[in-house]
């Protein structure tokens, strides 16, 4: 498994990045808004790059992503996807699928 896709907090506003080359967009997105939606505080970025970085590198990934969080992953990421499934079916089994400019406002926002 891998990274896929990303929730960055702003002081101003949420962003929602997702890598170019995945194969489920729309599904790495309602995940991401997931995170969003429950509220999650998410995983640090430490750890994720203590996992993925060469062992030589780990002073530096830690002098430079010093962060403060003590949430359980697998928890977060297990809501987070149940959220995007729902939020999907519902996208696609509503009325919504039924209105051109709505459905033109989520196409919007999931590109």
């Given at each position: ?5 990303q929730w ?11 890598a170019k ?91």
């Amino acid at each position: 498994m891998g990274v896929f896709g990303q929730w960055v907090r702003h002081p101003d506003r949420d962003e929602v990045r997702y890598a170019k080359w995945v194969h489920a967009r729309e599904r790495t997105i309602a995940h991401e808004l997931g995170h969003i939606a429950l509220g999650h505080v998410g995983r640090p970025a430490i750890e994720l790059a203590i996992d993925h970085l060469p062992l030589d590198r780990h002073d530096l990934a830690v002098l430079m992503l010093q962060r403060d969080c003590g949430v359980t992953q697998s928890v977060e990421e297990s809501e987070a996807e149940a959220f995007g499934g729902l939020l999907l079916r519902r996208l696609g089994s509503s009325r919504i699928n039924r209105s051109p400019a709505i459905r033109s406002r989520i196409d919007e926002a999931l590109s």
